[in-house]
Each structure stands twice: as C-alpha cells, then as structure tokens.
C-alpha cells in the first residue's frame, strides 16, 4: 500500500505538480462525465473500419475485443493506484525516472496529446469548411483552436464534467442516427460482416488488429491522468467500470462496429480516412452531420488540449518555469496546434506517434512492474518521494528498464521483416517489465533520491 506522500513545492498548481488533495477530489458522476469525452471520436469509428477492410471484419472485431480486456485490466490496476495516490504522471514519472527522465515523459505525453489535438481539431475544421465553402480551411483551423482552447480553462473540476455531461447523450444520438440515415438512404446489408482485402483474410489477422491498439496506450496515461481526482470511496466503481472494460466496450467495439458498417455501406470517395467519413456523413446528414460531427471532435479535444497544458506546464516546471497559470499554458498549446495544422505536417507526425506509442507501452509496463513490486514500499516504509528537491536527476532502475524497452522495440519495428514487426510492443512491454522489476528487487534508496538524503 502507498502511504504517505512526501511532496513540499510550494507556489505550484496543486493539480499540475502535486499529488491530488481530497478537498480536490471529484465524485463519480463529475469523474465520469468528464472522462468519456474520450469515447468519442471519429478515430475509433475509422480506424476499426480500416482494419476491417485490411484484416478483415471478424479480425478486426476479435482484435477489438481482445483490446477491450485487455485495456480494461491494466487500466483497472491504474486507476486504483493513481487515486490511493493522487499522484499525476509527471509525479509518477520522478518516482520511476529521476526529475530528468520524468521530463521526458511529460515531453511524450504532451506532445502525444498535441498530435492528437492536430487530428481531431482538423476533422472538424473540414467538416465545416465543407459545410461553409466560403470560408478557407486555415479559417476553419482557426475557428476550431479559439473556441478549443477557452473549454480547459477551468481543467476537470470546474467545467470540462459539466461540458461533455451535457454533450454525451447527443452523441448517442449522433451515432444511432448516422446508422439509422444509412440504412434508410442504402438499406441493409450482410456485407459489413464479410469486409476484407482482395485475395482473402491474411492468418492471425486478428493480431495484427490486436497490436495496432497497442500503439495507442498513451489512453493508459490519459487514464492516469484523470484517475486520480477520483475519491478513495468510489475506487471500485472507477477501476471496473469508468475506466475498466464497460467504458472500452463502448469506446472500442461499439464505436468500432458502428464504423465499420458505416464504412461498408455509405460510398466514400478515394482512400477511408476521418475525412472522407467525415465527408459522407455530411452529404447523408446535412446540418445534423455537422452538429454530430462537432460533438464527437469538441469532446474529444477537451482532453487532448487538457492534457497537453497540463503536461506541458510540468514539463517547463522542471526548467524553473512555475509562475505561469493553466490558461497560459492552453493558449501556447492552441498556438502549437494551430502552427502544426497550418504547417500540414501529418505523415512526420504519424511516424512521430509510431516512435512515441513504444516508449508509451515501455512506460506502462514500468508503471505496472512498480505497483505490483513491494520492493519500493519496503525501501522507503510506504512513502512515495516525489519531491522535485529530493529524487535523484537519473534514476537507473527506470531509466533502463524504459530504454531497453523501447530501444528493442524500436529496432525490431525498423529493421525486422513485416511479421517480426508486428511484435514490436509486445516485445518492448515484456522488455521493460522484466528488466524493471528485476533491477528494483536489488534497488538502492540512492537510486530514488539524492546521496545525502539517502
């Protein structure tokens, strides 16, 4: 168990830079509203309708279950110990890397979630430079970022529960309505449930589908992230269904299957993408497409420019940059986000992303290694020594683990053949793990934290 958490920064949001206080904390529903802005996003619809058509739809939807217990298990182990803790990543991040490899944590999860930002922020600018030709797609970049960016102001307690509460049931709606649209329009088919490549299904195809889903982990950090305003009271509830399985199923394979007959019935022109889902939706929907089309991206958004801000601010934090409140942060984020659509640069940040998400699953598998080792407890009786003043700038044990992870990881994506490929982040997950647990079972407390406090 995690006891009592040495952590003194004085002048710092307690939100950003310290662990979570119980006056802080949110109850359920406010948690859960605020959290399931993830579940919608076109993403999930296209990206499952891609691996139909690749891998077919019944390894697609096997893939998509298998990341659903998948996700809902590790998640689960998460978010029961981000909230016993109150700790944030960035703070996490110290324990296992030092103040230097926590940095570069922080680094990889905001610019991740600026990525993400640039995605989703895209699709709705399209949609509504589609809908209002007069205005310039670089209007509508901008249209999206001020409006974005003043929804975190107020961060998770304030407003961002309030906001995707009120915007959840409509894109309920959003969804059965672009089902009910296509089968009026086209009517019903079997043929969703044959999608696939030319030539047949590919063998293990189901693996493929499964290993794709790795590379989106960076949601176990979203989930961390937002876990621990949860109260120690509603810790079940969080671990098994807000975070767990029940909120995957929805966010994976309802969403999933949902695009994958979506993709499989309305006609698209060129290559699948979220645009030219996008596009369809809005010649079968009119205005109604548009709206849901804002409701699934804006909700989204609100986490992804969340947490770039408040992982950005960590992450200058260790630089001496403190006196900057979280609206400065989320104006500099919407400037980054707004420069990198302009700028049109999505192929460097799709290999950026494939980089990022080996180093995001070698992370999880640290994270998980330390919270199932005592080890660490032992060394230091159940403290958690986060302190900025106190933990050493390079920790070995995590530094390590995380970097013989990823870098294996990284050589087999690169210079492996195509099925080799494939276990990239398995191999990097079982890597990290192995490595970090067994360097912690003979760690020192010099490793933690500095020489003369050791």
């Known amino acids: 168990m995690a006891g009592k958490i040495n952590q003194k920064e004085d002048g710092i949001d307690a939100n950003a830079s310290m662990p979570v206080p119980e006056t802080e904390r949110l109850n359920r529903r406010s948690l859960s509203m605020a959290w399931w802005a993830i579940c919608s996003a076109m993403f999930w619809l296209v990206v499952s309708a891609t691996l139909a058509m690749n891998f077919g739809t019944i390894n697609a939807l096997i893939g998509l279950a298998l990341s659903v217990v998948t996700y809902g298990i590790i998640n689960s182990i998460i978010t029961r110990y981000a909230i016993r803790t109150g700790l944030s990543v960035a703070l996490f991040s110290r324990v296992l890397f030092g103040k230097v490899g926590a940095a570069l944590a922080t680094l990889i999860f905001f610019a991740t979630a600026i990525y993400y930002s640039v995605f989703e922020g895209s699709v709705i600018a399209v949609a509504i430079q589609a809908y209002f030709p007069g205005l310039s797609l670089e209007i509508a970049y901008l249209i999206v970022v001020l409006y974005s960016v003043p929804l975190v102001f107020g961060g998770v307690q304030n407003w961002l529960d309030k906001f995707n509460g009120v915007l959840l049931p409509f894109y309920i709606l959003g969804l059965v309505a672009a089902v009910a ?89 060129g290559g699948l993408s979220e645009v030219s889902v996008v596009l369809a939706i809005l010649k079968l929907m009119g205005i109604w497409g548009l ?124 210079f492996g053949n195509a099925s080799l490929a494939l276990f990239s982040a398995p191999l990097t997950f079982l890597i990290a793990f192995c490595v970090y647990l067994t360097l912690l079972n003979s760690a020192k407390h010099h490793w933690f934290i500095k020489d003369e406090l050791a």
């Open 181 to 269: 649209f296509s089968i009026n329009e086209f009517g019903y088919s079997h043929a969703w449930l044959a999608l696939g490549p030319e030539g047949g299904n590919p063998e293990n195809g189901w693996w493929n589908c499964f290993t794709y889903f790795m590379g989106v982990w960076i949601l176990m950090m979203y989930t961390w992230d937002y876990a621990r305003f949860g109260r120690e009271s509603d810790s079940e509830f969080h671990a098994r269904i807000n975070f767990g399985m029940p909120f995957y199923l929805f966010t994976f394979l309802i969403n999933g299957t949902i695009g994958i007959f979506l993709a499989a019935t309305i006609p698209t022109e």
């Open 291 to 414: 709206l849901f089309v804002w409701v699934s991206q804006t909700r989204i958004n609100t986490a992804n420019f969340y947490l770039a801000a408040e992982n950005m601010q960590a992450f200058f934090e260790r630089f001496g940059i403190t006196n900057i409140p979280r609206f400065g942060w989320a104006i500099l984020v919407g400037g980054i986000v707004y420069a990198l659509m302009l700028l049109n640069v999505f192929n460097f940040i799709l290999q950026a992303l494939a980089y990022q998400g080996i180093f995001v699953v070698a992370w999880v598998a640290i994270a998980l290694a330390h919270i199932f080792s005592p080890k660490y407890d032992q060394l230091f009786d159940g403290h958690i020594e986060c302190d900025h003043r106190r933990v050493t700038a390079l920790n070995p044990c995590g530094l390590t683990a995380w970097f013989a992870g990823a870098g294996i990881g990284i050589l087999v994506l690169n």
